[in-house]
């Protein structure tokens, strides 16, 4: 069954700490999408990246960076140099193909809060 | 350009009303989602549509509630009679649909309380 998990519930760091959030999923689709969501304080959902089964390189976007590993099923996302305004949760999700038709229901794990202190 | 819209942002209520959620999609997206999130059973699907039909309502939780999209541009997430284990944000997503497994870009959220 497909499953998304992350471990780490809260994580609390200091400001300009480099700090890991984990994802473990499980799926059996040779094709499928993962994504990490940031959840802030404020409460909206904000999209942050998507990755494809196929595409194992790893990504950076700023401070942001994202490490996919298959043999691992592992999909985790690194803040480097974190700031007060990364406090928020951050929920990983796969997307999960129905051989029906064209869907792509959304699996979230449970999301790690991020808290940046000063 | 526009992201999702949703509305109300705060929906305060009493036990056994019907309360009606709505949502605007990103346009010329043509697949639409409702999400409820609680702390117990954190992000959960309800419904999802694909031009405008629904295709997977399995995790919709019971007859009280019922989704529709008439069109394109509007659906709404209807729930009567309300109860207070109902109280949730209940958000509303959208994405493109070509083959699946699209990006789906969320809406800010409906805060619902059921007192």
């Known amino acids: 069954a497909q499953k998304v998990t992350q471990a780490q519930t809260e994580i609390s760091v200091v400001e300009k700490e480099d700090v890991t959030l984990d994802c473990v999923y499980e799926t059996r689709d040779t094709t499928y999408y993962l994504f990490w969501y940031k959840q802030p304080p404020s409460g909206e959902l904000v999209f942050l990246i998507r990755?494809?089964?196929?595409?194992?390189q790893n990504e950076i976007s700023g401070r942001y960076s994202w490490n996919f590993q298959k043999s691992t099923s592992s999909f985790n996302f690194t803040i480097t140099a974190s700031q007060v305004v990364d406090s928020a949760v951050y929920f990983c999700?796969?997307?999960?193909?129905?051989?029906?038709?064209?869907?792509?229901?959304?699996?979230f794990g449970t999301g790690t809060l991020l808290a940046v202190q000063p | 350009d526009a992201g999702v819209i949703q509305s109300p942002r705060h929906e305060v209520t009493e036990m056994g009303q019907e309360v009606t959620l709505r949502c605007k999609p990103i346009?010329?997206?043509?697949?639409l989602f409702w999400y409820r999130q609680t702390m117990m059973r954190g992000l959960e699907l309800l419904i999802y549509f694909n031009n405008n039909v629904p295709i997977d309502d399995s995790g919709m939780p019971e007859d009280r509630f019922s989704a529709k999209m008439p069109n394109a541009s509007f659906s709404t997430l209807k729930i009567q009679p309300s109860e207070p284990r109902d109280s949730a944000v209940y958000f509303c997503?959208?994405?493109?649909?070509?083959?699946?497994?699209?990006?789906?870009?969320f809406g800010p959220g409906t805060r619902l309380l059921v007192l």
């Open positions: 999700a796969l997307s999960e193909r129905n051989y029906g038709g064209a869907t792509n229901k959304l699996i």
């Open positions: 990755r494809n089964s196929f595409d194992e």
């Open positions: 346009s010329g997206h043509n697949s």
């Open positions: 997503a959208s994405s493109t649909s070509s083959g699946g497994l699209e990006t789906q870009y």
